[in-house]
């Protein structure tokens, strides 16, 4: 497998480099810190939202595994968690549940797939890698890296913080509605997605600061993405900050200002037999 490398890529900043940084992982450049810290100091929960978000991932795709769904697409996938979280990353945490789980890693950034097919994939090759616009869903699930999966089997399609990078409204809204079109009966989309519902001014802020390094940040409003994940039903407990959605992890005992972000899973209406 070999990736394309941008021109520049060392000196300008990357959103997923710059969420490892927040963290506290290493895979990141002077660029990705510098503009990290500045990040932090406008909203000093940042960090906390991040590590909310990572586990709510590991902590979903165990919760859909138990509902037996055994293959996931994870959209913008990211670098891998960093180890001294001790938190699985999401394949890690279905293989507990589901020994046979398979996963299909996408992102569209060239450098996060180079590090995703080095430590993501599987021994046996249950995990592929690829690097795609994931916009693109029904050209990704028709790749060669894609036909380990049964497109007849229900699977688990997570967009976590991912949807926010999307800033149109309508490209939003037309890549959920096409993994709805292509996504097998018994199928779920778990979405994670900032917010300035919680924090207007440091929210606003923090999109500023990207916006001036040239990455565009769209927070939603609750209804905003409520209607994102329309008409599929919402499982229980619906939309919710991030850090509330699972009951169970010391991080939902913190304020929902510090997840600064929703999160919901929405089931296929249909049966899966």
Not at 7 to 17: F, K, L, M, N
Not at 122 to 128: F, I, T, V, Y
Not at 167 to 191: C, K, N, V, W, Y
Request: charged share 20%; net charge negative.
């Amino acid at each position: 497998m070999s990736f394309h490398f941008p021109d520049g890529w060392v000196t300008i900043p990357a959103e997923p480099r710059v969420y490892d940084y927040l963290l506290g992982g290493t895979d990141n450049l002077r660029a990705d810190r510098a503009l990290g810290d500045a990040l932090v100091s406008a909203a000093n929960w940042l960090p906390r939202a991040a590590q909310i978000n990572r586990m709510y991932g590991v902590l979903t795709v165990a919760h859909l595994a138990r509902r037996g769904i055994r293959q996931f697409v994870d959209l913008g996938c990211g670098y891998p968690t960093p180890a001294f979280l001790e938190m699985p990353n999401p394949h890690e945490a279905a293989a507990r549940i589901r020994p046979d789980a398979r996963f299909l890693h996408v992102d569209q950034d060239p450098v996060v797939a180079s590090h995703a097919a080095a430590f993501l994939s599987g021994p046996r090759g249950e995990h592929r890698v690829l690097c795609a616009d994931i916009r693109k869903v029904g050209d990704l699930l028709a790749t060669p890296e894609a036909r380990q999966l049964d497109h007849n089997q229900p699977m688990g399609f997570l967009l976590h913080d991912v949807l926010a990078w999307i800033p149109d409204d309508s490209e939003a809204h037309q890549l959920l509605a096409d993994i709805r079109t292509l996504a097998p009966a018994g199928s779920a989309i778990s979405i994670t997605h900032a917010t300035t519902d919680m924090r207007r001014e440091e929210g606003q802020a923090v999109v500023a600061l990207y916006a001036a390094h040239g990455l565009a940040l769209r927070p939603r409003s609750y209804a905003e993405i409520r209607a994102l994940l329309d008409p599929w039903p919402l499982e229980e407990p619906g939309l919710l900050p991030t850090g509330r959605w699972h009951a169970d992890p010391l991080h939902a005992e913190l304020p929902d200002a510090q997840s600064g972000a929703y999160a919901a899973v929405s089931m296929h209406p249909g049966a899966h037999r």
